[in-house]
T-cell receptor, first 113, second 117 residues
Framework: DGGITQSPKYLFRKEGQNVTLSCEQN?????MYWYRQDPGQGLRLIYY???????QKGDIAEGYSVSREKKESFPLTVTSAQKNPTAFYLCASSSRTEYNEQFFGPGTRLTVL | AQTVTQSQPEMSVQEAETVTLSCTYDTSENNYYLFWYKQPPSRQMILVIR??????QNATENRFSVNFQKAAKSFSLKISDSQLGDTAMYFC??????????????FGDGTTLTVKP
């Protein structure tokens, strides 16, 4: 089945530690995205990538880093510089040809203790 | 920068009735995409309907339809014959078509819809 996977579903980390969230897709999509969702709020764009080895900052990139070494993968690292990292993180991908519908993964709930 | 505003944080509707969710946006671009996504309690985001800004005809998808007013920068979602499974948070989203921002998307804060039996 084609789709997007995110792992793990729940992640706990101590304050000051970097943590990497996984996102993999087998939809052959060029574009991939990372969003942060806080309780009762909408999605805020962290980073997005239109093509391998290229990515752009979104609206809240501070304290986060990404890489795009493979078309299928777009991992997000939450660094210790992110002041309030506890949140729900969603990964998505879309066809770059039409920049149409985004397909979303199931999300990762990160809790920093 | 684009902004998307959903002015109704919460709404409720009786089963089988019709409800309209509001969305306004601000952009200087002429070509773009607009979307409505649904996020049920499972938190899995699902596309409900999409609209290309260059198309004048309003999009429809079964019980879901939009009222797209480009000049007013308004993009409302109408749900007809509401069902219990429509209970979810609904997000309006804008996606740039312009080359340097192509693919960049902005979401509203969402409207929580409850369908009552």
């Amino acid at each position: 089945d084609g789709g997007i996977t995110q792992s793990p579903k729940y992640l706990f980390r101590k304050e000051g530690q970097n943590v990497t969230l996984s996102c993999e897709q087998n939809l052959n999509h060029d574009a991939m995205y990372w969003y942060r969702q806080d309780p009762g709020q909408g999605l805020r764009l962290i980073y997005y990538s239109q093509i391998v080895n290229d990515f752009q900052k979104g609206d809240i990139a501070e304290g986060y880093s990404v890489s795009r070494e493979k078309k299928e993968s777009f991992p997000l690292t939450v660094t210790s510089a992110q002041k309030n990292p506890t949140a729900f993180y969603l990964c998505a991908s879309s066809s770059r040809t039409e920049y149409n519908e985004q397909f979303f993964g199931p999300g990762t709930r990160l809790t920093v203790l | 920068a684009q902004t998307v505003t959903q002015s109704q944080p919460e709404m409720s509707v009786q089963e089988a009735e019709t409800v309209t969710l509001s969305c306004t946006y601000d952009t200087s671009e002429n070509n773009y995409y607009l979307f409505w996504y649904k996020q049920p309690p499972s938190r899995q985001m699902i596309l409900v309907i999409r609209q290309e800004a260059y198309k004048q005809q309003n999009a429809t998808e079964n019980r879901f339809s939009v009222n797209f007013q480009k000049a007013a920068k308004s993009f409302s979602l109408k749900i007809s014959d509401s069902q219990l499974g429509d209970t979810a948070m609904y997000f309006c989203a804008f996606m740039s078509f312009f080359n340097t921002n192509a693919g960049k998307s902005t979401f509203g804060d969402g409207t929580t819809l409850t369908v009552k039996p």
